[in-house]
Structures are given as C-alpha cells and as structure tokens.
C-alpha cells in the first residue's frame, strides 16, 4: 500500500454512548501521525443522519474540523456521506443494501475504516456487518465478537462454556417479567440475594446500572433498566477490587500489564466513570505478580473465547477477602482518550498512543488480507 493510508473515522451513533465517542474520535483525530495517514471524518447524530468532512491532511484541520457536540460538523454535511464507503446510501443514512459493493471489490477512495462508536448501533456487530459487506478492512472485532461482547448474557454463556469464573448471574426479557415477576423476584432472591447489580443486557459505559438492596429497589432497577433494553441480567454483588487488562492482537494477542479502578461512587457507574473526575486507576494495579499473571491469562482466554481481534479490554473483579478472581466483561470498543484505561494500560507496557493507533491499523489490514483468501462460492461437477 503506497503513499499516506485513507482512514475513515466514523463516530457518534443513536447509542446512549454518544458523547464518549465524541471524546474518543476528538482524541484520537489529535494524535493521528499526519505523515502516515489521511483522515475522513464521518459523524453520524444522534437522530442517525450521517455527514462527511472533507478528508483532513494535517494536525491544525484535525483540531478544527470538527465541533464535538450534539449538532453540527463545521465541514458542511453532504447528502451521499457514506458514497466512499458503501458506494450508495439513502438520504436519511439508511444504507441500500443492493448497492453495496459486491464481496471481492473495495472503493479505493479509503483504505480502512475506523469505528469509534460505542454501544448499540456501533460497537454490536452492526456496523461491522455492514463493512463486511462492503469488503473494507476495519479496525476492532469482528461481527460475532461485538456482538457477543455487547450482549452480556450471551457473553457470560460463552464465559460459562469456557470455564471462566464468574459471579452469580439471572437474566429475562421484558415480556418474560411482565408475565411471571413473582416468580422471577422468588428465584433472584434466592439464587442471588441483596444487594444486587442490575444492567441492560445491551449497553456499556455503566448506563441503565443500579445496585438493589431490597424488593423494591429491585422491581425499580428492573424496570429501570428495561429503558435501555428488552433484555436485564441480574448480577450478585461481590466485594471485590476492580481489575482491568488490555488486548492487542489478532489470532496471537498479548496482553498489557493489569490495572485497577478506583471508584468514586459505591459502584463504577456512568458518573463516576465519565463525570465527577473523582475516580482513580492505578497502574500497575498493587496485586501479587502471580495474581496480575493470572488475570492475563484469563484475558487472553476469554478474547479467543469470542473470537476478538484488534482490541478489546478485560474486566475483572478480585475479592477482597480471599482474592479469588471473577471475569466481569469483554468491552471490544473500549475508550480510547490519551486518559482512558485502554491506551494508559498499553502505554505503561511500553506502547505510547500513536504506536498503539498504528498497530490497530495495521491489524485490521492484515486481517482484512488474510480473509480474502476465504472461498464463498463454489463450482458443482
């Protein structure tokens, strides 16, 4: 591949997410390596309109290209944003299918795409697919990772298959506790007890999460979080420590030294993640090196478990009475600022920001490369 190498950085989304992607795409435009790269911006609202920038060349355009809120970019919106990629697209952002490139063909207008979209309509296997169909290398895991990382349930089944170690977990859909609540809140009481962690079982950040320490603030948390999904997993509340470990890598990851957040809040929640400033991560994270190995170990199983590439981050709880080691979650799409926990956990291993952008990069060409040798047709004698 001669020349800068085109990146498409698409960011934004209809998630709950919204505003991190923003702060994602805004960090990782400033530390794009100008010599190396060609940037596109593609922005899409929360409304999942898509608009295009024109393709930014240095850092002072990086800067300025774009204004990181819920309205508009500086550059000018185009009607055909996503043309470059998927060569035909409806004005309201609806992709045509039937115009899509064909498998084997790539519009050479970009080399790679970039999503930094988090949470449902990004970092679910969605867009994934759709730059499958395109044919186009993208940095990150692939359909069946992000969605199986997205959707928890099905996660902690895979986990489960795998013999990871993992807290006590119940899970239902909306209509299967509208039918039957007596019954789901005798089972969660006994299997699991006070107090509890409630989730949407589709969404990162800590969005939608509560701690229940009775019936009521359960059937609350429950319906609570039925505003972000039709589906919530329950989870027993462990005393632990929270450990977290980054992946790099596509059928060979390594794993970064182990960190360990510090919350602000009773539990690491959207607040305490994003917006008091109060939270602390310490790394490397003060636990034994036979229990940092471990917990590396473990990372790199539960990555292959759902067949990641390119990225993801792994969190653990350890507990704090007998510092037995439980997987929390696989994030494919983790946060990516210079402050987040991802690239501060590669940095202290030795890999600064823009070593790890270009490694992503090159992973998800290579990937891209590799699948092309994949017959999907074949002749009947």
């Known amino acids: 591949m001669g020349g800068k190498i085109r990146i498409g950085l698409i960011y934004g989304g209809k998630s709950g997410e919204h505003d991190v992607s923003l702060q994602t795409a805004l960090a990782v435009m400033k530390a794009v390596d100008f010599t190396k790269y060609e940037v596109t911006p593609f922005y899409i609202t929360t409304k999942g309109e898509w608009k295009s920038g024109a393709p930014l060349l240095g850092p002072a355009e990086s800067r300025d290209a774009l204004t990181f809120s819920a309205g508009e970019t500086v550059n000018a919106p185009v009607s055909n944003a996503l043309a470059p990629i998927f060569g035909a697209i409806q004005a309201k952002g609806d992709v045509s299918v039937a115009a899509v490139n064909p498998v084997g063909t790539k519009d050479t207008s970009l080399d790679v795409i970039f999503p930094l979209l988090h949470g449902t309509f990004g970092e679910d296997g969605t867009i994934q697919g759709l730059l499958e169909m395109a044919n186009i290398p993208y940095v990150g895991a692939g359909v069946l990772a992000s969605a199986v990382g997205m959707d928890k349930v099905m996660m902690k089944k895979i986990f489960a298959q795998e013999g990871l170690p993992q807290c006590i977990f119940r899970h239902f859909t ?33 969005v939608g999460i509560s701690k229940a320490r009775n019936q009521a603030e359960l059937i609350e948390a429950v319906n609570f979080a039925f505003q972000y999904d039709r589906k919530v997993i329950i989870e027993e509340n462990i005393d632990a420590r929270e450990i977290e470990v980054a992946i790099l890598g596509n059928d060979e990851p390594i794993a970064s030294v182990a960190g360990e957040i510090v919350s602000s809040n009773e539990f690491y929640d959207y607040k ?28 790199i199983q539960a990555y292959l478990a759902v067949d990641g590439s390119g990225l993801s981050r792994l969190d653990f709880f350890l507990g704090k009475a007998d510092n037995k080691i439980y997987i929390n979650e696989i994030n494919t799409m983790p946060g990516f600022t210079p402050f987040s926990m991802y690239p501060l956990l590669w940095q202290e291993s030795g890999k600064p920001y823009t070593e790890l952008l270009d490694d992503l990069i090159r992973l998800a060409i290579e990937r891209h490369a590799a699948k092309q040798n994949i017959q999907y047709s074949f002749d009947v004698e």
């Open 174 to 206: 909306r209509t299967e506790w509208e039918k039957n609540r007596a019954y789901h809140l005798v089972e969660l009481e006994t299997a699991i007890g006070y107090p509890c962690f409630v989730k949407p079982a589709n969404l990162g950040s800590s």
């Open 272 to 299: 305490a993640k994003y917006l008091d400033g109060k939270s602390a991560m310490v790394i490397p994270a003060e636990i034994p090196h036979e229990t940092a190995e471990q917990i590396r170990q473990l990372a």
